[in-house]
């Protein structure tokens, strides 16, 4: 017997008919959506609906910004501190040679410029993106042009913002309405344009959506494209190992790896041969990095008064561990996981146990959140704890580089720091808990399975550690749970005399949150 579809596989889901904070909030526009709401058609359809408020949110964060463009960026030490407006795009425009034409990787960058950067310490893809935004750029490097290409840069990562709420949107077919939780995320309006994050992360998720359409070729090149702008992105691949593991999907797995190494060497085998000094300054600069702002291993530095200069061993160590319990998770889970509950785990993983955590991190992290746990209430509580980080770690380098130490003090900064552990460590035991309960799973609370899995959606397990237990075949037509080895229990007896309970009234344990 084949897979059964769900009989409700594809309705849309309205947050505001199931999540209760949704349903509050919504009652500034109109309320929750009605009975006879018109379901599809028209202009305004989901995709278009949140490209828009991305857009707009995105718009937001640029006004934000406005104090620093106009005036702190270039004058003034604390000033883009205490206006919590910071950005790199303009001061690497001058420091990283872009202002004078020089090309990344392979110019040796004068010391005078770059304060002692001998290149650009930044992965391939990314140095690309920069270098295609100071062509745009008129030469120079006054002020004029560093606003400039702060205003080019943020016209291209306004693309990525959208491309990421996009594939949100699109990547659970019955879900679209989770890609506001992604277009509405203060985090990305706040953190946007600090750095080039966005284009890694429009990437990762363009390799999501390619996976979950049975693209598994595809979307291991766009994963190698992501990761040759940034590292997390190769992440994924542990996942996706354990997942088809546990499904037998070895195929699948071996054609996305492929596709991922070889996207990766295309980019960067290039620049590896013709200018391997250069090329490796990132990973250089990686390693001999010492512990600095946002991660645990600042409280304890500082704290301890020490420099912790075996960092790098003791962050290995934690990563593996952590690693080794997800797998441990996949395999052993009632149910196999979701794709998406595990990338956000094994990168929420990463961000937690990194020597440094930069503000921007968080664009890492909320498409996989959003993927993972679609929950207005534990997603705004991590908001919150991020957004209050971003204020904290600005008013702390406001303290320590100002003169008269005015801002946050290091007691401060680290309650601010606690606060982005504590958020990101809230989000990641609700997804544990959702994969090893899979009834508190809003995603899973209609009958689907993996609607982001690909080949994992609905495929019966290969392999598990759990121990298999003899059960009686399911009865005829029942529903197949997914993703489990273990067919459904037949249905009860009926009893031998009358009951006034009598038919039992029938709970789908599954719709509910508790």
């Known amino acids: 017997m084949g897979p059964m579809a769900h ?110 950067m001998e290149y650009l310490e930044y992965p391939v893809l990314t140095g690309f993106f920069m270098q295609v935004a100071s062509w745009l750029t008129p030469g120079g490097g006054g002020m004029r042009e560093a606003q400039l290409y702060w205003m080019i840069n943020a016209g ?10 996009v594939c949100v949107t699109r990547l659970h077919r019955n879900r679209p309405w989770d890609g506001l939780l992604v277009a509405l995320a203060p985090a990305l309006a706040l953190n946007a344009t600090i750095n080039w994050d966005l284009l890694a992360g429009a990437l990762t998720c363009a390799g999501l959506l390619l996976w979950s359409r049975n693209r598994a070729g595809w979307a291991g090149v766009l994963i190698g494209l992501a990761t040759a702008a940034k590292l997390y992105p190769a992440l994924l691949l542990g ?3 354990v997942l088809c593991w546990r499904a037998g999907r070895w195929r ?32 250089t600069f990686s390693q001999d990095r010492p512990v600095d702002v946002g991660s ?19 962050a290995m160590v934690l990563m593996a561990l952590g690693c080794a319990g997800i797998a441990l998770l996949a395999l052993s889970a009632p149910r196999r996981p979701r794709l998406a509950q595990l990338a956000f785990l ?10 440094v955590y930069s503000p921007q991190y968080v664009l890492w992290l ?28 600005w008013m702390y380098l406001a303290y320590r580089h100002g003169e008269d130490q005015q801002g946050l003090s290091v007691g401060g900064y680290q309650f601010a720091i606690l606060l982005h552990l504590v958020g990101t460590a809230y989000l990641c035991a609700m997804v544990v808990r959702d994969a090893l309960r899979p009834e508190h799973d809003p995603v899973r609370r209609d009958g689907s399975d993996d609607p982001g899995g690909g080949v994992l959606d609905g495929a019966p397990d290969s392999f598990t550690l759990r121990r298999r237990r003899a059960i009686p075949p399911a009865a005829p037509n029942a529903y197949v749970a997914w993703g489990t080895s273990r067919p459904a229990a037949p249905p009860p007896p009926v009893p031998s005399r009358p009951d006034r309970t009598w038919p039992p009234q029938t709970t789908n344990d599954v719709s509910r949150e508790t």
Request: glycine share 10%.
């Open 7 to 116: 009989p409700h596989e594809s309705t849309v889901v309205h947050p505001t008919a199931q999540d209760e904070v949704a349903a509050a909030g919504s009652e500034l526009i109109g309320g929750p959506v009605g009975r006879r709401a018109v379901q599809g058609g028209g202009w305004w359809s989901p995709v278009r609906v949140i490209a828009l408020i991305a857009i707009g949110m995105f718009a937001l964060g640029m006004v934000q910004k406005a104090p620093c463009y106009e005036e702190y960026w270039f004058y003034g030490a604390t000033g883009q501190y205490t206006h919590a407006c910071y950005s790199d795009i303009p001061h690497l425009y001058s420091s990283r040679g872009f202002a004078e034409g020089q090309i990344p990787y392979f110019d040796r960058l004068p010391d005078s410029v770059s304060g002692g």
């Open 252 to 283: 699948e797995f071996g054609v996305a790896t492929l596709g991922a190494v070889g996207a990766w060497l295309a980019v960067n085998l290039p620049v590896l041969l013709l200018a391997p000094e250069g090329w490796s300054k990132f990973y």
């Open 346 to 355: 094994v990168v929420a993983l990463f961000v937690l146990t990194n020597k």
């Open 296 to 314: 645990f291993w600042l409280i304890i530095s500082q704290r301890a008064d020490t420099a912790l200069e075996a960092v790098n061993t003791y």
């Open 156 to 165: 291209l990562l306004l693309v990525c913002a959208v491309v990421i709420a």
């Open 366 to 393: 909320i498409p996989l959140a959003v993927l993972a746990r679609p929950r207005w209430r534990d997603f705004l509580v991590w908001q919150a704890c991020e957004v209050l980080y971003y204020l904290g770690i």
């Open 239 to 241: 996942p996706l190992l």
